[in-house]
């Protein structure tokens, strides 16, 4: 053992219970306080090379320091599990009636795109569904950007007719 791990584990066994009770009267709780005071004696070990030797008031400071650390960690996290509700992080679950509902909508939005023409169709789910531009559905159709653009009118159209004369109905 040399000097300096002598002159440690010196200073841990006359100091480290004063400084427990430091850092317990702080944080309240005795196994953090004791924890906290392994972790700066740990600190110290690693930075042996630099340490002096004049320890209690540069100890009674890392405690305090520790101890403000640890308060300011627990406080951090007690204010984000507040914030954090159940319905925060658990999936909304539908409703049987909700399912049913979508599968209907579905439905209904797939007879509507079959009533289309099927070039229209065609070049409605490259836009909407695939995302494609006009001049990218004009490239792969060979047709002009204006075509897409009227094909595209025709089908919005004919969508916005049937859903709203649906709805008319139900008024």
Known sequence: MTDKSKDLAAL????????????????GCRNIASDLVQDIFLRLWEKAIEWKGDSAAY????ARNAAIDH??????KADYLQGVL?????????????????????????????????KTRHIFLLNRV???????????MGI????????????????????GGEHDDTD
């Open 59 to 62: 100890l009674t400071r890392c």
């Open 144 to 163: 002009s950007s204006r075509a897409v653009a009227k094909h595209m009118a025709r089908a919005v159209a004919a969508c916005e007719a049937r859903i």
């Open 12 to 27: 841990y066994l006359t100091e480290h219970e004063r400084l427990e009770r430091q850092i317990r009267r702080r944080v």
């Open 71 to 76: 308060l300011r960690a627990e406080k951090t």
């Open 86 to 118: 159940p319905e925060h992080y658990t999936e909304e679950v539908e409703s049987p009636q909700d399912i049913v509902s979508a599968q209907q909508n579905i439905h209904h939005i797939d007879e509507i795109l079959a009533a289309l023409p099927q």
């Open 130 to 140: 695939h995302g494609r531009s006009f001049s990218e559905i004009a490239a792969v």
